[in-house]
């Protein structure tokens, strides 16, 4: 099993570049199942939400609503891992050890330890610090 962190997310979801290219080539020749994490939902709602909060045109609320309808249609197409039990334990754990990178990483990361599966993560060095996780960068 991989899970695709936030970054590498919005990278597929943009369809663009090199980078793009170099992962859409791995994840087609991947025989494990790809997976995205409610944190990566959350994530993305919550921008998504704030860019129509903030749109003053109609034109603008209509492009940030078209936006979020995508969003929330591409998550329905997706397997997504939930912050269970299981995740919470490994968040108290990492948090108890001190491992210091942001709030919602951590969660990230606590979902992929409790299912034993691989990041897939543009952002090696922050994950790099969390002891037992398997994170690769399949963008370079």
């Given at each position: 099993?991989?899970?695709?962190?936030?970054?590498?997310?919005?990278?597929?979801?943009?369809?663009?570049?090199?980078?793009?290219?170099?992962?859409e080539?791995?994840?087609?020749?991947?025989?494990?199942?790809?997976?995205?994490?409610?944190?990566?939902?959350?994530?993305?709602?919550?921008?998504?939400?704030?860019?129509?909060?903030?749109?003053?045109?109609?034109?603008?609320?209509?492009?940030?609503?078209?936006?979020?309808?995508?969003?929330?249609?591409?998550?329905?197409?997706?397997?997504?891992?939930?912050?269970d039990?299981?995740?919470?334990?490994?968040?108290?754990?990492?948090?108890?050890?001190?491992?210091?990178?942001?709030?919602?990483?951590?969660?990230?990361?606590?979902?992929?330890?409790?299912?034993?599966?691989?990041?897939?993560?543009?952002?090696?060095?922050?994950?790099e610090?969390?002891?037992?996780?398997?994170?690769?960068?399949?963008?370079?």
């Open positions: 099993m991989v899970v695709l962190d936030t970054d590498v997310l919005t990278l597929h979801q943009c369809r663009k570049g090199d980078q793009y290219a170099r992962l080539a791995r994840l087609a020749t991947c025989e494990q199942e790809v997976y995205v994490t409610i944190v990566s939902f959350e994530e993305q709602m919550r921008g998504w939400m704030a860019s129509c909060a903030k749109a003053k045109k109609p034109e603008d609320y209509a492009t940030a609503t078209r936006r979020l309808n995508e969003m929330l249609e591409d998550f329905g197409n997706r397997a997504v891992l939930l912050f039990d299981r995740a919470v334990a490994e968040f108290k754990r990492l948090k108890a050890a001190k491992v210091r990178i942001g709030t919602m990483d951590l969660r990230i990361a606590s979902i992929v330890l409790a299912n034993s599966a691989i990041l897939i993560t543009r952002n090696l060095r922050d994950y610090q969390v002891p037992g996780l398997q994170a690769e960068d399949w963008t370079t």
